[in-house]
């Protein structure tokens, strides 16, 4: 673990000298995983846990910031990289949409995961899928749906409403090249890698599983940052 955090601390030290300065946005870091690898057992594995963030994730984040490194994006925050190019070169398109997503990714599972959301965030659902199982269905959809590999994804829209989609590869909504943008508020990862020493090819009983684990309270402060982006966007 200690070894982890001194990874950790020299990845964050090494984006922060060649960024000079944080001002453009977050520095680039690589998060620890805020639970254990078996805390979302049984619905996903503790192996896969493992795998997953240590090799999979550092695997991105490692090759991001070589692919970053000593050009005009070291200063600039990931959210501005990815919406920002027409065209991202493929190293950071893959690494950096690869990074977005996975830390985004474990910060809307939890070990007390599970039913449905509360509030606005509920009542926004209601209002843009009618209800709560419809959103589901067509989010199970998107996920089933998505061929190869890919991601899930439940968006706010630039009007502050909801919308599903799913995105190829490392793909994300916040990129140009997506069918449709949007602030992703949460996301399910369809890679094989994500599911298969648990589930195998049965990719449906890993997006059924996923739902036991949603952490609807970090999704709903999403959904309130969003909002409160597009609010200061819009003119008076
Ligand atoms: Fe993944």
Not at 170 to 186: E, F, S, V, W, Y
């Amino acid at each position: 673990m200690k070894s982890k955090l001194k990874k950790t601390a020299q990845a964050f030290l090494v984006i922060m000298m060649a960024a000079g300065t944080a001002a453009a946005g977050e520095p680039l870091e690589f998060k620890p995983l805020p639970y254990a690898f078996d805390a979302l057992e049984p619905h996903i594995d503790a192996r896969t846990m493992e795998i997953h963030y240590t090799r999979h994730h550092q695997a991105y984040f490692n090759n991001l910031l070589k692919a970053v490194e000593g050009t005009e994006m070291a200063g600039r925050s990931l959210e501005d990289i990815l919406a920002s190019a027409d065209a991202l070169p493929a190293a950071v398109r893959n690494n950096g949409g690869g990074h977005w997503n996975h830390t985004m990714f474990w910060q809307v599972m939890s070990p007390e995961g599970g039913g449905e959301p509360e509030g606005a965030l509920a009542e926004q659902i209601i209002r843009d899928f009618g209800s709560f199982a419809e959103f589901q269905k067509k989010f199970n959809e998107a996920a089933a749906t998505r061929f190869g590999s890919g991601w899930a994804w439940l968006c706010v829209a630039e009007d502050g409403s909801l919308f599903v989609i799913s995105t190829p590869n490392q793909d994300n909504p916040l990129m140009k090249a997506a069918d449709r943008r949007g602030t992703p508020i949460l996301g399910l990862d369809v890679w094989e890698h994500a599911y298969y020493l648990k589930y195998q090819n049965l990719r449906a009983s890993y997006i059924e599983a996923f739902w036991n684990v949603v952490n609807w309270p970090e999704v709903a402060s999403r959904y309130a940052a969003a909002g409160q982006k597009s609010e200061s966007l819009s003119p008076d």
